[in-house]
């Protein structure tokens, strides 16, 4: 099984603000959608409810909660109490992502063998959520993507994965 997280980031890490994204870059989210579907998306409790408490279709949405009792009417969304608990559920998935957000991907990053980063060409003010460090000892770069800004994406991008070394 290879974990994979997958997050879009700023030159300061910076994930989002007031449980939101601050950027819209819509080829971002396509190879998002291209990437996860079909696999298991683990995420935290406030990420779930930044996308209004609604599955990511097509994917088995895997959510962490301290809480007893919170649950979901989804089919597709199952509510864990810890990340042991969400890797143990999609186990028999080749490659399930984490999805988010920055406790999430702190907590998950030891586990992960690999990242498939977003780095946009600009610093955001106001974020509150921020991406771990990635250690260059620990992660090699295999592949990038160099996406220009344009008519629909108001900041350029390359798209950067990383294998543990
Ligand atoms: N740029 C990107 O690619 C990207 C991707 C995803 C999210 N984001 C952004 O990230 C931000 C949200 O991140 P966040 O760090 O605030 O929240 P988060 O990681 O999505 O969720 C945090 C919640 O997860 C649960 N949790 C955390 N550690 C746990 C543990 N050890 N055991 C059990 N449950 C645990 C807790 O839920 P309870 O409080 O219910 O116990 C905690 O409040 C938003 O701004 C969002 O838009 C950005």
Known sequence: MMLTLIAAID????LG????LIWN???DMKHFVR???GHAVIMGRKTFESINSKP?????NVVITRQ???SSEYESVSIVNSLEEALDLVK???Q???VGGAQIYKLALPFARRLEITHIHHSFEGGDAYFPEINEGEWKVVKEEYHPKDENHAQDFTITRYERR
């Open 35 to 37: 990437s996860t579907k």
């Open 17 to 20: 603000a007031d449980n939101d």
């Open 92 to 94: 028999e998935d080749d």
């Open 25 to 27: 870059l819509p080829d």
């Open 68 to 70: 007893e009792g919170y």
């Open 56 to 60: 990511l279709p097509k994917r088995h």
């Open 96 to 98: 399930p992502f984490c």
């Open 11 to 14: 030159q300061k890490h910076t």
